[in-house]
């Protein structure tokens, strides 16, 4: 929103929320039925009935522009700012496809009122060559005198400020603005599309080539990682006139009274705004090579559609707890080319980049889903793949991988001890943070209580969490026998007289790994608490019972470059599996925490919170869910 939102700043539709599509339904819904009900014979009006498809086409060109630059800057390769992204520029920039619709809208509008607009050809090279010329000259020229305008504090306040809210920019900050400000936009855009139909020299080329220019030059000038190779401007030196790159723009946001022009540099040669310091960090950002990470986390993909919701996805859902959508399965024929695509691809890839206090973090994910970890064939080949990243880690110098969610399963690597064994020279060291998911379960415990029940199976947190609470004089409740028996034989004598095999259900807290069922849940109390001690949370079955989040913790405000959310958990919180292996690079522990070894509890605990980690209550998880 603008410092001082002038009239028109609000999108018309905006009270319809995610059913704002419906306001194109009655133009698709005509279209369909011009091409339904025409006469025998008669000739298609192509133009017409692509109107529709040429919109989607847009949406997903403008979303690979999101997912290649939100990949790339995870690199870190070529970047231009290192100023970071938040979950507030994530929220005001949610609404990108509002101008998409409009335009769709006017295309409409603009095919019932001119006739001239009828029957388009495919391809007139008389009309192209006069988009351009159009564009080159009336267009770029209104829009660099517009653009200045909209710096006026009056305007600027108004209307600009809202794009400018944005200082590190991703492809689609390019249209982020007001409503009345995306009008005037279409007013200056139309130029070359209504003196084309007018003079019936209109194609369908000419408007989807000129629509599509638009959308890949603002995309592109938009990106914070420079693409424009050096041999383009060499080869071509007036080219720096005729087209701007990522960081020409980029210096517009941080500066804002240099570099006006639209796509076309050439008016800010002309009337002296070029920013001098253009060239220098065109040719920095060409040859900036991305830092090495301190710390990677490695995890993996959860079902077909968490590829929606990993940050290189869909940025708005990706800035949300992962929820199974109803209208996901409309998007089968993209999720089905994305298990392809990953089958096919088959290594490793870059997530997310993050910094706290100068530790250079990276997620990497495994091209795997949560289900694969479970088929006997497939664990070879996620065996090799993980250890395929531990020794790119290792070469690349990174100090520390953490295993995240089934990357450190007992019965696929024995917690990571595996690949200890098969290289003992490994410099880097593998965290499979089971002694900060026990500590975050001890402390989410309720104080005061004075029995649990551990459900679901065995893990070696499950074992971790049950020996301390036994030593700890608190009573562990067990509802299998043969689990009963594994525990109570891993105990002092001492200690297992506080574990109980036990067929009621009265108590109030639950520590639950996988495998708890919903026949367990109904049978206890309302208003019990379930803890999880596993990496994935239980299916929800009670609306009268409180599920707390699988073992995470708040970070710290200084962490930076968080907007996304780690699968299920809320924003800004973060797996005690990730953190643990931040806390092994910022303590420098040189020792593994994989297969049975395990950290003091205690030291662990208190290095999290003298690193600005919160603890989650269970007040701000129960807000968390609301």
């Known amino acids: 929103m603008a410092s001082k939102p002038g009239i028109l700043t609000e ?21 369909i039925e011009s091409l339904l009900n025409r006469e025998d014979g008669s000739k298609i009006d192509i133009g017409y009935l692509i ?3 040429f919109l989607l086409f847009r949406m997903l060109h403008n979303q690979i522009w999101i997912s290649l630059s939100r990949y790339r800057t995870a690199k870190g390769d070529n970047r231009i700012l290192d100023k970071t992204i938040e979950f507030d520029q994530v929220d005001r920039e949610r609404n990108w496809d509002d101008q998409i619709l409009l335009n769709g809208l006017l295309f409409y509008y603009g095919y019932m009122k001119l006739e001239q607009s009828h029957y388009l050809p495919i391809w007139r090279s008389d009309g192209i060559i006069l988009t351009t010329l159009l564009h080159i000259g009336p ?28 200082i590190v920019t991703e492809p689609i900050t390019s249209v982020i603005h007001p409503f009345a400000e995306h009008i005037a936009y279409f007013l200056l855009f139309s130029i070359p599309l209504l003196t084309t139909v007018v003079t019936k020299t209109a194609s369908i080329v000419s408007f989807g ?7 890949f030059m603002n995309n592109m000038g938009h990106c914070n990682f420079e693409i424009i190779p050096k041999w383009m401007f060499s080869t071509f030196p007036p080219l720096k006139y005729l087209m701007y790159t990522p960081s020409y723009h980029s210096l517009h946001h941080t500066q804002f009274r240099t570099n006006y022009s639209l796509f076309m540099p050439i008016y800010d040669y002309i009337y002296g705004t070029l920013d001098k310091s253009s060239d220098t960090l065109y040719e920095k950002s060409l040859e900036r090579q991305g830092k090495s990470p301190d710390v990677v986390h490695l995890t993996h993909l959860t079902t077909p559609e968490s590829i929606y919701h990993i940050r290189i996805g869909f940025a708005s859902f990706a800035s949300q707890p992962y929820t199974s959508k109803w209208y996901f399965w409309l998007m089968w024929p993209v999720t089905l080319w994305s298990m392809m695509v990953t089958w096919i691809y088959g290594h490793t890839f870059t997530v997310e980049r993050n910094v706290f206090n100068n530790l250079n973090l990276q997620t990497w994910a495994i091209p795997k889903y949560r289900v694969q970890y479970f088929m006997q064939w497939q664990r070879e080949t996620i065996n090799n793949l993980i250890e ?22 007992e019965k696929l690597n024995k917690n990571g001890e595996v690949y200890i064994r098969r290289h003992p020279q490994l410099k880097v060291k593998l965290v499979d943070g089971s002694s900060l998911a026990v500590a975050v379960v ?29 030593q700890g004089g608190v009573k562990v409740l067990t509802l299998r026998e043969e689990e009963y028996k594994k525990l109570k034989s891993s105990l002092t004598p001492e200690a297992a007289t506080n574990l109980l095999l036990s067929k009621t259900y009265t108590s109030k807290i639950w520590l639950v790994g996988d495998g708890l069922n919903e026949d367990e849940q109904l049978k206890v109390p309302k208003g019990t608490i379930f803890i999880p001690v596993s990496q994935f949370p239980p299916r929800k079955t009670r609306k ?10 708040i970070t710290p405000k200084h962490f930076e470059n968080v907007d ?8 800004r919180v973060m797996s005690a599996w990730r953190i643990a292996g931040i806390l092994h690079a910022l303590e420098d522990w040189h020792e593994n925490e994989c297969g049975n070894m395990m950290f003091d509890i205690e030291k662990v605990w208190k290095a999290s919170l003298d690193h600005g980690f919160q603890p989650i209550s269970v007040v701000s998880a129960s807000e968390s869910k609301a």
């Not at 080539?209 to 959308?215: A, E, K, L, N, S």
């Not at 690349?396 to 990357?407: P, R, Y």
């Not at 996304?564 to 924003?571: Q, T, V």
Request: glycine content about 6%.
């Open 388 to 409: 395929e990243a531990i020794m790119e880690a290792d070469q690349k110098g990174i100090k520390v991988l953490s295993l995240g969610l089934l990357n450190q399963d």
């Open 11 to 31: 999108w018309p539709w905006t009270w319809l929320g995610n059913f704002k599509y419906v306001v194109l339904a009655p133009f698709v819904g005509r279209s």
């Open 564 to 571: 996304s959310c780690e699968n299920w958990l809320p924003r």
């Open 209 to 215: 080539g000129y629509i599509t220019y638009i959308d």
């Open 544 to 553: 009268d019972c409180f599920y707390f989040h699988t073992p995470a913790m």
């Open 442 to 470: 001890l402390n989410s415990i309720p104080k005061g209580t004075t029995q649990v029940v551990l459900g679901g199976h065995l893990s070696k947190v499950a074992n971790a969490i049950a020996l301390a609470l036994c």
């Open 51 to 53: 109107i529709f498809p």
């Open 139 to 166: 267009v770029e020229f209104l829009y660099y005198w517009l653009h200045r305008a909209l710096h006026h504090h009056f305007l600027y306040s108004r209307y600009h400020s809202h794009h400018h809210s944005s």
